[in-house]
């Protein structure tokens, strides 16, 4: 409601304000100005305004503003020969109102060429109108010659209107896909870290389901022994193992379903993919308060690949890279397609691994990163990344480098197990 009392005001304000800036190309009779321009935007803009009583309001607004200027210039009080004056004006903006609602000029928003011929229609039945009611008291005919000028305005008018609201559009639609980019972007950053979980949680199903069966049949063995307090210790364990396991379930079944509901675009280009996890480590750098700059080499023949899959994988390795640069570095993402494999390698000139380090770093819980209170990392995000890795038929591996303080990894993927649907 606040919304719409506000674009009344400014439209009783701006209107008549805009309708002194004018000319008359007919020696004074017919008054050309940027009231009607200015109302027709307005109209076209603003979805909140019932525009009958728009037209009415700004008619009103029109004539009493025309009204106090003339006896602000006049000598003397006067209210009948400015009213009869500027009356005509009132109905001018009340039947352009009416006949923009009656048109349905707003449901042509596809159709641009549509609203500028309505618009050209509405604005010279208003003039006719006008003119008409103005006749009454300055005997002005209605000639060929006053049709052909009114016409010719209203198509200037309109058209200019139109192609100035186009503009507005078009940046306003620039601006929502960005933003719904932007959106896309995130959604599908929080689902892709979902995807490696959602591996692990699977695996850790398998094991508690593994678990529970072990301890089950140590129950049976020690209750046939006698150890009935062991057996039904065994037997607690395989109950809260089995409860795990039935818990994993259902927040398995949980975001399997979140990622079904969000509208991700299952398969991409290579290239998109990849500008979206240098965008997003971009912003993640700058928020670590680091400088890094970004080389991107791609190579090869690429279909269109699973897109959360490939991207949780190269992300969470550009994101370690991030994460292992000190303050300025730089991160080299190279993608190639050799034969039936794709290869992606993520190197960075951060830290390194020392070589006591290399044979544990996939290690689950083996870390070497520590938060600024010196809290350890929990060290799973490779082994993670290498069993989701493994499980599809691929491999990662850490290379050899030169530079001591350079870092390398390659994936290595089946092109079938990326592009293939279900």
């Known amino acids: 409601m606040r919304d719409k009392l506000l674009a009344y005001l400014f439209m009783i ?119 008409t009611c103005r006749s009454f008291t300055s005997n002005i005919p209605i000639t060929l010659s006053t049709l052909m000028v ?19 559009i078009i940046r306003e639609t620039k601006l929502a896909e960005e933003q719904h980019k932007r959106l896309n972007e995130q959604i599908l950053l929080i689902i892709s870290n979902l995807y490696v979980e959602m591996v692990q949680l699977k695996k850790s199903m398998k094991n508690a389901e593994e678990l529970t069966s072990v301890c089950y049949g140590l129950y049976r063995d020690l209750k046939e022994l006698g150890s009935n307090d062991h057996a039904q210790t065994a037997l607690k364990i395989a109950g809260q193992m089995h409860e795990i396991k039935k818990d994993n379930q259902r927040i398995y079944a949980g975001l399997t379903k ?93 830290s390194g691994i020392s070589e006591k380090n290399k044979r544990f770093i996939f290690e689950p819980g083996f870390t070497t990163k520590f938060d600024q209170t010196g809290m350890a990392s929990n060290g799973i995000g490779l082994s993670y990344i290498k069993n989701v890795i493994e499980n599809i038929g691929g491999r990662l591996n850490l290379l050899d480098t030169a530079e001591t303080n350079k870092t390398s990894f390659e994936i290595q993927l089946p092109v079938t197990s990326l592009t293939e649907r279900g």
């Not at 940027?34 to 307005?42: A, H, K, N, S």
């Not at 008619?59 to 009356?87: K, N």
């Not at 009114?150 to 507005?168: E, W």
Request: net charge negative; glycine share 6%.
């Open 150 to 168: 009114v016409g010719g305005i209203a198509i200037i008018r309109s058209f200019f209107v139109l192609g100035f609201f186009n503009i507005f």
């Open 258 to 350: 979140l990622m079904i509901k969000e509208n991700l675009s299952d398969f991409m280009a290579i290239e998109e993919i990849i500008e979206v996890i240098v965008r997003s480590n971009k912003n993640y750098g700058d928020i670590l308060g680091k400088s890094i700059d970004y080389q991107v080499n791609i190579s090869g023949d690429h279909p269109y690949y699973r897109t959360i899959i490939l991207f949780s994988l190269i992300n969470n390795l550009v994101s370690n890279a991030v994460e292992a640069i000190f303050n300025k570095g730089l991160i080299e993402l190279t993608v190639k397609r050799i034969d039936e494999m794709a290869i992606i390698i993520v190197n960075d000139n951060g």
């Open 13 to 131: 304000i701006a209107v008549p304000i805009a309708g002194e800036l004018k000319f008359y190309p007919l020696d004074g009779d017919i008054r050309v100005s940027l009231g009607t321009p200015l109302f027709f935007f307005i109209l076209l803009w603003s979805r909140k305004i019932y525009s009958p009583i728009a037209g009415l309001l700004t008619g009103t607004a029109v004539v009493l503003f025309r009204i106090c200027l003339y006896e602000f210039q006049a000598d003397s009080l006067q209210l009948l020969d400015p009213f009869y004056l500027y009356y005509p004006v009132f109905f001018y903006y009340s039947i352009y109102a009416l006949l923009f609602y009656a048109f349905k000029i707003n449901t042509f928003h596809d159709s641009p060429f549509i609203i500028g011929l309505l618009g050209v229609v509405i604005e010279v039945i208003s003039s006719l109108v006008e003119i």
